[in-house]
């Protein structure tokens, strides 16, 4: 949490929108008591609980996903160099945009990977172990007994599915006539033009 992220505005003249650290804070200051200029972040982090650290880590999450788009969108707009000169400041405007948002996609990856860990150590006390999590582990388990069907339920079996073979030949025929019908549509249609 170290690396704080420039905040965006809309424009010129639009308010400037706080970002998640700056909401931390903001909560710790109001919520939890007053922030003390000299303190880390990471001693402020002690106070959050995890169901908060989750809901900035999803935020986070977020926050990537849309510059991931952002990236995207940017490299899928750049034209390639196929013989047309492009302008130098057009050029250089879309690489330094693709470098801040690199950089801020770094910064969120770093900040996402603190929220983790921090998230691991606080909730240490509640995971649980691997063993706990695998049914029946060393545990035999009865073999269930299976009876026989009765020769009424067998016969009845054989002629649902001697009935669904035919419907599926029936398919299997009115596709192919749709088929050809359409290759003669679409063939005198061509003969048209």
């Not at 788009?69 to 160099?81: A, D, G, K, N």
């Not at 995971?127 to 009424?152: F, I």
């Not at 088929?179 to 003969?191: F, G, I, P, Q, S």
């Amino acid at each position: 949490m170290s690396a704080t992220i420039p905040q965006k505005g809309l424009g010129p003249g639009m308010p400037v929108m706080p970002t998640q650290q700056q909401q931390v804070q903001g909560h710790m200051a109001s919520g939890l008591g007053p922030a003390q200029p000299g303190m880390a972040p990471q001693n402020t982090l002690r106070e959050i609980s995890p169901v908060y650290l989750c809901r900035i880590g999803q935020e986070t999450v977020q926050d990537i996903v849309t510059r991931t788009m952002e990236i995207f969108q940017i490299t899928r707009l750049t034209q390639l160099p196929n013989g047309v000169t492009q302008s130098q400041a057009a050029y250089q405007d879309r690489f330094g945009k693709l470098q801040e948002h690199l950089r801020q996609l770094a910064l969120l990856f770093r900040k996402l990977r603190l929220l983790y860990e921090r998230c691991v150590e606080m909730t240490t006390d509640l995971q649980e172990s691997p063993t706990e999590l695998v049914p029946y582990v060393g545990e035999e388990t009865a073999p269930v007994r299976v009876e026989p069907c009765s020769p009424a339920v067998i016969q009845e079996r054989q002629e649902v599915l001697e009935k669904v073979r035919q419907k599926n030949q029936e398919m299997k025929v009115l596709m192919d006539q749709m088929r050809n019908l359409l290759w003669d549509v679409n063939a005198m249609l061509t003969m048209r033009k």
